[in-house]
């Protein structure tokens, strides 16, 4: 199994930037996803999963409406699209594969994730 994160960088309050998560080893389409993020000095904190076959999402309540979780099955790719970033939205960002086919925050693969900063 692996999950690999793309799409970190830099970016100005206020920007978007769309993270990208490319699965391999297992089938895709049999499990949840999921983004985690850990900001310097701080735990991981959950920020949102998304089903099997992307029909239902589920974000903390920060994020709502700011981030969104997305999913192509046929690209074997989790996506988190994220607008209006803060400069407390730097962190490095990961992804990770839920056991099941739902939102469930039970993991056994993480990606190497990807760092995002926020800053003017």
């Known amino acids: 199994v692996q999950l690999v994160e793309s799409g970190g960088g830099l970016v100005q309050p206020g920007g978007s930037l769309r993270l990208s998560c490319a699965a391999s080893g297992f089938t895709f389409d049999d499990y949840a996803m999921s983004w985690v993020r850990q900001a310097p000095g701080k735990w991981l904190e959950w920020m949102s999963d998304i089903n099997w076959d992307g029909g239902s999402s589920y974000y903390a309540e920060s994020m709502k409406g700011r981030f969104t979780s997305s999913r192509d099955n046929a690209r074997n790719t989790a996506y988190l699209q994220m607008n209006s970033l803060k400069p407390e939205d730097t962190a490095v960002y990961y992804c990770?594969?839920?056991?099941?086919?739902?939102?469930?925050?039970?993991?056994?693969?993480w990606g190497q994730g990807t760092q995002v900063t926020v800053s003017s």
């Open positions: 990770a594969k839920e056991r099941g086919s739902h939102y469930g925050r039970e993991y056994d693969y």
